[in-house]
């Protein structure tokens, strides 16, 4: 039962260039969405959010934007650095529930090459 | 900058055995979550605990798990009876209340079960 999806194990980009990690999702009552970053051995990490009632969200480098008619949000990071390279869980919440619990994704593995 | 915390890091035990594994969650937060992430697996929610109660537990969360906030500070997850397959890194997460989804993880508890 996936109800966040992630469907590329890995992604590999030089420095300098754009990331885009991508998510999908199937359950519609999904209204709050998140990135989150972690290393090996480390605890997720939040990066950045965003709400249904939102399409686009920027922080710094990085930049989520959401299409709810196709489930579909993506993350860029411009410009990659070697310091992003970790595994980024895409996750989502439902806001209709009282506990904010969030559905993760399987996880994306960016290497950002020098 | 406050974070969670959680002990031990890694906790060897054996089958059939208890073990408790140890979360200060931040301060002034007040939702409480464990999850868990079985090796090359997502990240997968367990239980939920708010005002002093359990607010969700997923399917995964049977008799054989349970938790406590025993004071102010600490919040823990019990495995009475462990299985090799509980063999997994818990992450504990807490976040503030209100509308705000972002939760904060801990570095995570490895439980090896042999």
């Known amino acids: 039962d996936q109800q966040v999806k992630q469907n590329s194990p890995s992604l590999s980009v030089q420095e300098g260039r754009i990331s885009i990690l991508n998510c999908d999702y199937t359950n519609s009552m999904f209204d709050y969405f998140l990135w989150y970053k972690k290393y090996p051995a480390e605890g997720p990490t939040f990066l950045i959010s965003i709400s249904s009632i939102k399409d686009k969200n920027e922080d710094g480098r990085f930049t989520v934007f959401l299409n709810k008619s196709a489930k579909h949000l993506s993350l860029h990071i411009v410009p990659s650095q070697p310091g992003d390279s970790a595994v980024y869980f895409c996750a989502a919440s439902d806001s209709g529930g009282s506990n904010y619990k969030l559905t993760f994704g399987k996880g994306t593995l960016l290497t950002v090459n020098p | 900058e406050p974070e969670v915390t959680q002990t031990p890091s890694h906790q060897v035990t054996q089958m059939g055995q208890e073990v408790i594994l140890r979360c200060v969650p931040i301060s002034n937060h007040l939702y409480f979550y464990w999850y868990r992430q079985i090796l090359g697996q997502k990240v997968e929610f367990l239980v939920s605990f708010y005002n002093n109660e359990i607010s969700e537990k997923s399917e995964i969360f049977d008799d054989q798990f349970s938790v406590e906030r025993p004071d102010g500070s600490n919040f823990t997850l019990k495995i009475r009876s462990t299985k090799l397959e509980d063999s997994a890194m818990y992450f504990c997460?807490?976040?503030?209340?209100?509308?705000?989804?972002?939760?904060?993880f801990g570095p995570g508890t490895r439980l090896t079960v042999t």
């Open positions: 997460a807490s976040k503030v209340t209100g509308g705000l989804y972002e939760q904060y």
